[in-house]
């Protein structure tokens, strides 16, 4: 399996502490309970990472969508500010991610304008309100782009757990460029190279957050996840410390274990989601996207499929990257560090009813 890493779940899962003090209490906080970020590179299954929990029972089951960093407090600005609070929850209310809360609008309105303070805040009590209306001790929170913003959650939530699900950057590349490009950060490029230099820049960003707070973030592969799940989601269970029963899993099998979402939905089924790329790209193509992010697939432990001599680096692939990451560094700091931020959303319900739902493979 090409799927060695420093930090990956097999070298995580016996390292982590039991608790963790919590800033908005004083308190140990069992790990057990601790709640749970799912992150990843789109297309890289973290959506069948998601339903792999779902499906173990004790999480709270939400199906819906909850963009507080990424699109909810760039668009209304701080949450600690209470008139940006109401015309957050003025709108928030009306999407599809209230509805499939569950909860009560006028309650949780009053809630949210009375103690929330921060994004993390918001997450608290959206989240916890449903974990409370399901009877259960923990939830799991899915949204690939909160791998960019884990230092703010981690300063809003300090007894989160991050799980980053990393993918083979070519099948990643394959798959966006299929769909038409990337579309996180509305960067519309499209193609082989911008989509895998996309998936390069992310799980650098990810990994650079996350190995800073090693004992509470786990990298798990998805090509482990695929074909070796028994022993992924086992230890995965035992960095969480919750019970990730395989059969139990496999018996549930909600969401996308029992319809995936991949972006060959339309072919045959019955071939292996790994290394698509080796079959679906053609030799010229393969030893385009190796030059320009082979040494990055490399560190991850991923093999190239030609000689390190044979790939080309040249001026051309250099210029490139150096372009696209100044080009999405720029883009995630106008949106999260300045008021040209929030008008890079367009209309309030139009970002509340946006669901993500391309990630499982």
């Given at each position: 399996?090409?799927?060695?890493?420093?930090?990956?779940?097999?070298?995580?899962?016996?390292?982590?502490?039991?608790?963790?003090?919590?800033?908005?209490?004083?308190s140990s906080v069992k790990r057990k309970v601790r709640p749970v970020?799912?992150?990843g590179c789109h297309r890289s299954g973290t959506n069948l990472l998601y339903d792999t929990l779902l499906s173990a029972g004790g999480f709270a089951i939400?199906?819906?969508?909850?963009?507080?960093?990424?699109?909810?407090v760039p668009r209304f600005g701080s949450l600690a500010n209470r008139s940006n609070r109401s015309r957050m929850m003025n709108a928030w209310v009306r999407s599809k991610g209230f509805r499939r809360s569950g909860l009560d609008a006028e309650q949780l309105t009053a809630r949210v304008r009375d103690e929330c303070r921060s994004g993390g805040d918001f997450v608290r009590i959206v989240m916890g309100e449903i974990a409370r209306s399901q009877n259960v001790a923990r939830?799991?929170?899915?949204?690939?782009?909160?791998?960019?913003?884990?230092?703010?959650?981690?300063?809003?939530?300090?007894?989160?757990l991050f799980v980053h699900i990393i993918r083979d950057g070519r099948d990643v590349a394959l798959s966006l460029s299929k769909m038409g490009g990337s579309k996180p950060l509305r960067n519309r490029a499209a193609g082989l190279l911008p989509t895998a230099l996309y998936w390069e820049w992310m799980v650098r960003r990810g990994r650079q957050h996350g190995l800073r707070i090693a004992d509470d973030y786990i990298e798990v592969?998805?090509?482990?996840?695929?074909?070796d799940p028994r022993v992924t989601v086992r230890k995965l269970g035992e960095f969480l410390d919750h019970d990730l029963d395989y059969d139990s899993i496999q018996k549930a099998s909600l969401g996308r274990l029992r319809e995936p979402n991949s972006s060959f939905s339309r072919e045959n089924e019955q071939h292996s989601p790994l290394?698509?790329?080796?079959?679906?790209?053609?030799?010229?193509?393969?030893?385009?996207?190796?030059?320009?992010?082979?040494?990055?697939?490399?560190?991850?432990?991923?093999?190239l499929s030609s000689p390190r001599g044979a790939l080309k680096s040249g001026l051309a692939e250099k210029a490139m990257r150096a372009f696209?990451?100044?080009?999405?560094?720029t883009k995630l700091w106008l949106k999260t560090q300045t008021p040209a931020g929030r008008l890079a959303d367009l209309e309030a319900l139009e970002i509340c009813d946006h669901i993500e739902s391309t990630e499982a493979e």
């Open positions: 399996m090409e799927t060695s890493s420093p930090a990956a779940i097999s070298s995580q899962a016996t390292s982590a502490p039991d608790s963790k003090i919590s800033l908005e209490c004083g970020f799912v992150i939400y199906r819906g969508y909850l963009p507080v960093y990424k699109m909810l939830w799991v929170l899915y949204d690939p782009d909160n791998l960019l913003y884990i230092p703010r959650i981690r300063a809003d939530i300090p007894d989160a592969r998805y090509e482990e996840l695929v074909s290394n698509r790329w080796s079959a679906k790209l053609s030799r010229s193509e393969i030893m385009s996207v190796e030059a320009m992010v082979g040494e990055f697939l490399e560190e991850l432990g991923y093999s696209y990451f100044s080009l999405l560094n």
